[in-house]
């Protein structure tokens, strides 16, 4: 027996679980059920002393984990399929727990046995796939025969088959008198397994009894009927306040002439009777309920800690062509199906020679309008000239209906855009280099010289050969003129 007494654990800011309490019997299957993140594998990890918790306490027959001398004897647990180490077989992996548990080795070829593993117990552990380090995973919880298990969803990545035979491994063992905590996403296969639940959201329970009382509090009990005589059965059950009967729309299972109704308030031994008293025809009367499924997200909803976007239904389509649910894509006209599709003649099938061709999808012979019916096709009959004569008509073709009409869409003739006459190109005018500008000189600033008296110089005449020198100073601009006489004579 595994006791869960008012445990709780935060990690950082955020409140893993908050106190948590409930006990998993011995003799039963209890299955542990909560959207991702709802604490699960939390409670799991410190029922085993792998967490600490801050307040509370989870015990194993009456003793903490910690506290066990025998521990695989008493408990035996799949939390990580992966734990094997990746370069250890199979065989060494599950020989070292053994050894170290002082469990004999001929157990090891046992559990290998019953998981199915013996063929590859000389293959590396890192070499498995999911479904089977699970296998292996499970075959070392059972290596020491223990007395309790506790399964973190241990039918992940398994085949069917391997799903089916964890479903028959812990009802086995609920059945020997041991508990069995169960944790699973699979809740088909939790309603098939479990005896109890507990139902767990955002670290508190939520719910925990039994599966039977769980699916009768939080599903419906209605009874499907499906009779050619709707009005007047529906009449007939019309008896009290709390009874009410639905008339459900058509759908493609449903036997042919007849139609469905959905009746709630009354056990199905009545309605039984009164469908026999009036002598009534049913083609098909059973009773609803509410799947595991069902029940439990009616439950959990708004409990979920991560939740996702919404994806768009498509519409369903009703035997009559209509939807029953409106279609968020933009609305079509829908193709003929192959049985109704329009036949086209070739020019010798005017005077009725020649077979008639299947129409290409999309190709009518005369366009339909969207807001006609379709017309029902009738085959066509050989005759002496060959075909050209209709068959008798055997089954009238209920024309189909659209839901809206179409309204064909008016499109405006696109006016050919004239080509302009292109421009010659000018050729282009060579780019006439810049030279560069002079630097300007500055102009250096004028040194005054200072000014020194003119001396007068004397000049003398050179006298003539018959002429005496003359002793008085010459006029100097004489002397300039007849230097410059001399000077055009010797030219």
Same mark, same amino acid.
């Given at each position: 027996?595994?006791?869960?007494?008012?445990? @709780?654990?935060?990690?950082?800011?955020?409140?893993?679980?908050?106190?948590?309490?409930?006990?998993?019997?011995?003799?039963?299957?209890?299955?542990?059920?909560?959207?991702?993140?709802?604490?699960?594998? @939390?409670?799991?990890?410190? #029922?085993?002393?792998?967490?600490? #918790?801050?307040?509370?306490?989870? $015990?194993?027959?009456?003793?903490?984990?910690?506290?066990?001398?025998?521990?695989?004897?008493?408990?035996?647990?799949?939390?990580?399929?992966?734990?094997?180490?990746?370069?250890?077989?199979?065989?060494?992996?599950?020989? #070292?727990?053994?050894?170290?548990?002082?469990?004999?080795?001929?157990?090891?070829?046992?559990?290998?046995?019953?998981?199915?593993?013996?063929?590859?117990?000389?293959?590396?552990?890192?070499?498995?796939? /999911?479904?089977?380090?699970?296998?292996?995973?499970?075959?070392?919880?059972?290596?020491?025969?223990?007395?309790?298990?506790?399964?973190?969803?241990?039918?992940?990545?398994?085949?069917?088959?391997?799903?089916?035979?964890?479903?028959?491994?812990?009802?086995?063992?609920?059945?020997?008198?041991?508990?069995?905590?169960?944790?699973?996403?699979?809740?088909?296969?939790?309603?098939?397994?479990?005896?109890?639940?507990?139902?767990?959201?955002?670290?508190?329970? $939520?719910?925990?009894?039994?599966?039977?009382?769980? /699916?009768?509090?939080?599903?419906?009990?209605?009874?499907?009927?499906?009779?050619?005589?709707?009005? $007047?059965?529906?009449?007939?059950?019309?008896?009290?306040?709390?009874?009410?009967?639905?008339?459900?729309?058509?759908?493609?299972?449903?036997? #042919?002439?007849?139609?469905?109704?959905?009746?709630?308030?009354?056990?199905?031994?009545?309605?039984?009777?009164?469908?026999?008293?009036?002598?009534?025809?049913?083609?098909?009367?059973?009773?609803?309920?509410?799947?595991?499924?069902?029940?439990?997200?009616?439950? @959990?909803?708004?409990?979920?800690?991560?939740?996702?976007?919404?994806?768009?239904?498509?519409?369903?389509?009703?035997?009559?062509?209509?939807?029953?649910?409106?279609?968020?894509?933009?609305?079509?006209?829908?193709?003929?199906?192959?049985?109704?599709?329009?036949?086209?003649?070739?020019?010798?099938?005017?005077?009725?020679?020649?077979?008639?061709?299947?129409?290409?999808?999309?190709?009518?012979?005369?366009?339909?309008?969207?807001?006609?019916?379709?017309?029902?096709?009738?085959?066509?009959?050989?005759?002496?000239?060959?075909?050209?004569?209709?068959?008798?008509?055997?089954?009238?073709?209920?024309?189909?209906?659209?839901?809206?009409?179409?309204?064909?869409?008016? @499109?405006?003739?696109?006016?050919?855009?004239?080509?302009?006459?292109?421009?010659?190109?000018?050729?282009?005018?060579?780019?006439?280099?810049?030279?560069?500008?002079?630097?300007?000189?500055?102009?250096?600033?004028?040194?005054?010289?200072?000014?020194?008296?003119?001396?007068?110089?004397?000049?003398?005449?050179?006298?003539?050969?018959?002429?005496?020198?003359?002793?008085?100073?010459?006029?100097?601009?004489?002397?300039?003129?007849?230097?410059?006489?001399?000077?055009?004579?010797?030219?």
């Amino acid at each position: 027996m595994i006791t869960i007494e008012h445990l @709780t654990k935060t990690f950082g800011a955020k409140k893993a679980i908050d106190d948590v309490s409930f006990t998993a019997a011995d003799g039963k299957v209890t299955g542990f059920l909560g959207p991702n993140g709802a604490g699960k594998s @939390t409670t799991m990890r410190a #029922a085993l002393g792998l967490i600490r #918790a801050e307040s509370g306490q989870a $015990l194993i027959d009456g003793h903490p984990f910690t506290s066990l001398r025998s521990p695989m004897a008493e408990v035996g647990s799949v939390l990580n399929p992966r734990s094997a180490h990746k370069n250890r077989s199979a065989r060494s992996h599950l020989e #070292a727990l053994a050894y170290s548990n002082g469990i004999p080795k001929s157990r090891v070829d046992e559990v290998m046995a019953i998981a199915g593993i013996s063929a590859v117990g000389k293959k590396k552990a890192g070499s498995f796939s /999911l479904g089977m380090s699970q296998r292996l995973s499970i075959a070392a919880a059972l290596l020491g025969d223990p007395q309790n298990l506790v399964f973190d969803e241990p039918v992940n990545g398994l085949d069917p088959e391997g799903v089916m035979w964890v479903r028959q491994l812990c009802r086995y063992y609920a059945s020997q008198g041991r508990c069995v905590l169960l944790s699973s996403h699979l809740m088909s296969e939790v309603a098939q397994t479990a005896d109890d639940l507990v139902i767990i959201g955002q670290g508190r329970v $939520l719910e925990h009894t039994s599966v039977a009382d769980f /699916l009768s509090e939080h599903s419906s009990h209605t009874i499907r009927i499906a009779t050619p005589q709707a009005s $007047l059965l529906q009449q007939a059950l019309q008896g009290g306040p709390e009874v009410s009967v639905e008339l459900l729309p058509p759908s493609a299972g449903d036997p #042919a002439g007849a139609q469905v109704l959905r009746v709630g308030g009354m056990e199905l031994a009545q309605v039984a009777q009164i469908a026999a008293d009036k002598q009534i025809v049913i083609y098909e009367f059973r009773e609803e309920k509410a799947s595991l499924e069902e029940a439990y997200m009616a439950l @959990t909803h708004g409990k979920e800690e991560y939740k996702t976007a919404n994806v768009p239904v498509p519409g369903l389509v009703s035997a009559q062509g209509t939807s029953q649910e409106p279609i968020q894509a933009p609305m079509q006209a829908s193709m003929p199906m192959q049985s109704q599709m329009p036949m086209q003649q070739t020019p010798g099938q005017a005077q009725g020679q020649g077979a008639t061709q299947p129409a290409v999808p999309g190709q009518f012979a005369q366009p339909v309008q969207p807001t006609q019916p379709v017309q029902p096709v009738v085959p066509m009959q050989p005759n002496q000239q060959g075909y050209g004569q209709p068959a008798p008509q055997q089954q009238t073709v209920q024309p189909q209906q659209f839901q809206q009409p179409v309204q064909p869409v008016q @499109t405006e003739p696109v006016q050919p855009v004239q080509p302009e006459p292109m421009q010659p190109v000018q050729p282009v005018q060579p780019v006439q280099l810049i030279q560069p500008e002079q630097p300007v000189q500055t102009q250096q600033p004028i040194q005054q010289q200072p000014v020194h008296p003119v001396q007068s110089q004397q000049h003398y005449v050179q006298p003539a050969d018959n002429q005496q020198p003359s002793s008085a100073p010459a006029n100097p601009e004489s002397n300039q003129a007849s230097s410059t006489n001399e000077e055009g004579g010797a030219q």
